[in-house]
Structure formats: structure tokens, C-alpha cells
């Protein structure tokens, strides 16, 4: 079955580069697009954005200057960089299969990344 | 492209019909996707296309709707479905979410 697992450090200084990856298995990630999302505690979800792994991407407005992602083949894993964090940027973050218009029908478990001094 | 959802809250009874709305700032045709979340754990796809039950959902789970209003419609509320149910619009991108709709029990 398809499964798809996040990866990173937890806490992030204000400033710094928040830097994640998502290993994926089960599937081709040449065959789909992968998105990530986020949510801060206690709040929704946000649409970070998605990449194909010819490097097409498309990202949300309101963190496409902060953010950039991209994928190896190689190892099978998708990342996500989101520079210049805030306080704002605290969130369980999911990576996700994104199949279009047939939904996000594969997540990972998530995980928290905190932004704090 | 903005989605709303109402109502923000919920509160019901096992056994009871439940309705969702989601609506669209602009058109959207068939492309959305509603999703359950428990705490603590990621989203599930639940129904995509606006209507189409994802594998392994129960049928007491149905959506409808197009253009810019769409609903889900739990038929029969069991323990389990208590939760917060999101929609999400696939028709352009950037993607966007609802705010989201907690479902309580009363």
C-alpha cells in the first residue's frame, strides 16, 4: 500500500530554514504529483503547494517567495524548504499524494515543526 | 479562490442526518473533495469529484453539489464520524481549503 512518512527537525530558530522531506512507498513518485500542507495548532489546513518530479511546481501565494520543492527519484522522497521562518510558520506539517482533481488520497502522519528562540 | 463552510460548529445525536455546506467564491464545476480529521491524526479522503465515495468510506457518506454550493450529508451519524470535516477545491490552483465544520456530540 501506498505510505508516505515526513522527516525533519522539530524546532526551527526564527529566521533559519525550516527543511523537511517525505519518503514515499507504494508508489511511483514519477507518476503523480505530491503536495504539502500544513496546520498550525488548533487552526485548518493550508495548501502549501505541490511539485512533479520533472520539477513543475506551483506553489500557494502567500509562501511562494518563502518556499521551494522539489524531488528525487533516486530515493523516492519529496522536500519541502520554507526560508525566513516566524513564530506563523509553527505547524504539523503533512506531505501528501496529490491525484488532481480525485483528492489528496494519501497523507503521512505529520509532523510538528516548531518556530521559537 | 475562497471556500466557506457552514457551519463552523455542530452539534448532534447517533442516529441523526447531518448536512455540510461548502461554498465557492467562484466556480468550481464538479472539483471538490471533502475530508474527515480526527485529533491528532492527518486528513482522510472521504468524497472527491464533488460526489464519488473514495474507497473504503461508508455509504452513509454523500456529497453533491456543483458550481459553488456543495454539501455533504452524513445519513445516519455514528460515534466514530465525530470529527472535523474539511473541503477542498481541485478545479485551479493554488488549492485551498474551508475553514472547516466540527462535528460534536450533543
Known amino acids: 500500500q501506498v505510505q508516505l512518512h515526513e522527516s525533519g527537525p522539530g524546532l526551527v530558530r526564527p529566521s533559519e530554514t525550516l527543511s523537511l522531506t517525505c519518503s514515499v512507498s507504494?508508489?511511483?513518485?514519477?507518476?503523480?504529483?505530491w503536495s504539502w500542507i500544513r496546520q498550525p495548532p488548533g487552526k485548518g489546513l493550508e495548501w502549501i503547494g505541490y511539485?512533479?518530479?520533472?520539477?513543475?511546481?506551483n506553489y500557494n501565494p502567500s509562501l511562494k517567495s518563502r518556499v521551494t520543492m522539489s524531488v528525487d527519484t533516486s530515493k523516492s522522497q519529496f522536500s519541502l524548504i520554507v526560508t525566513s521562518v516566524t513564530t506563523a510558520d509553527t505547524a504539523v506539517y503533512y506531505c501528501?499524494?496529490?491525484?488532481?482533481?480525485?483528492?489528496?488520497?494519501?497523507w503521512g502522519q505529520g509532523t510538528l515543526v516548531s518556530v521559537s528562540s | 479562490i475562497q471556500l466557506t463552510q457552514s457551519p463552523s460548529f455542530l452539534s448532534a445525536s447517533v442516529g441523526d442526518r447531518v448536512t455540510i455546506t461548502c461554498r465557492a467564491s467562484q466556480g468550481i464545476s464538479s472539483n471538490l473533495a471533502w475530508y474527515q480529521q480526527k485529533p491528532g491524526t492527518a486528513p482522510n479522503l472521504l468524497i472527491y469529484g464533488a460526489s464519488t465515495l473514495q474507497s473504503g468510506v461508508p455509504s452513509r457518506f454523500s456529497g453533491s453539489g456543483s458550481g459553488t454550493e456543495f454539501t455533504l450529508t452524513i445519513s445516519s451519524l455514528q460515534p466514530e464520524d465525530f470529527a472535523t470535516y474539511y473541503c477542498?477545491?481541485?478545479?485551479?490552483?493554488?488549492?485551498?481549503f474551508g475553514q472547516g465544520t466540527k462535528l460534536e456530540i450533543k
Open positions: 511539485v512533479f518530479y520533472s520539477g513543475s511546481t
Open positions: 501528501a499524494r496529490n491525484s488532481g482533481p480525485l483528492g489528496l488520497d494519501h
Open positions: 477542498q477545491q481541485l478545479n485551479s490552483y493554488p488549492s485551498s
Open positions: 507504494g508508489a511511483s513518485i514519477s507518476s503523480h504529483y
